[in-house]
Structure formats: structure tokens, C-alpha cells
């Protein structure tokens, strides 16, 4: 994730295709491997097994817009990305008055 780094609580591989109920559904059952925070392992970037899961936590404390993406296109294509907005507006920096704009686009305030 751009913008921040997180702690790896817990990384499994599952074996075959699931949904995210079976994953929640298995989560409820405890049955997703997970360690404390306290000895997690920090990283900015986490490969997720094939057909597995990563569990992540992380301080939400650097306002912004911040992608949280697969590094391969075609993932991204297939819509293996998100963006999280962490703060409130009036706390995400506003660009410089003097950066250049692509054509009329403003700032959405």
C-alpha cells in the first residue's frame, strides 16, 4: 500500500478458489493462521500465495488518497485495486496553488 507500511498478522494458503464469505466463515472459525502484532513483521510490500491470504494492520495516520494495488496490470485491469482515504478532507494537504493541471481540472473541495 502506497502512503504506509503494515504489519503481516497472518498470511495462509487456502488451496483452492474461495469467496470471501468462505474466507470470513473460516475466519469466525479461528482457523486463519494470525501472530500478535507485537511480533509481526513490518513491510511495504507483501506477496499473497497463490490462492491464499495476507492479513494486514497497519496505522491509518498519513492523510491522503492511497492505492492499495497489484503490481501487474492485468490484475489491475481485473479491478485488483482500491484506494483509501485516510483523514478527513480538512486534514488531506491541498496541492500547491502553482501545480500545473491537466487541462481545466480543479481541486474538488
Not at 506477496?47 to 496505522?59: D, E, F, M, Q, T
Not at 492523510?63 to 485516510?86: C, D, K, R
Request: proline share 7%; aromatic share 8%.
Amino acid at each position: 500500500m502506497h502512503g504506509a507500511s503494515a504489519r503481516v498478522v497472518g498470511m495462509g494458503r487456502i488451496g483452492s478458489l474461495f469467496t470471501k464469505d468462505e474466507l470470513k466463515e473460516l475466519d469466525e472459525r479461528g482457523l486463519l493462521t494470525r501472530i500478535s502484532p507485537d511480533e509481526a513483521v513490518i513491510k511495504d510490500t507483501v506477496n499473497v500465495p497463490a490462492y491464499g491470504y495476507v492479513i494486514l494492520r497497519w496505522k491509518a495516520d498519513n492523510p491522503g488518497y492511497w492505492l492499495f494495488n497489484a503490481v501487474t496490470n492485468s490484475h489491475l485491469e481485473t479491478g485488483q485495486a482500491m484506494i483509501f482515504q485516510v483523514g478527513e478532507m480538512d486534514e488531506i494537504p491541498q496541492p500547491p496553488g502553482d501545480m500545473p493541471t491537466c487541462g481545466p481540472w480543479k481541486m474538488a473541495n
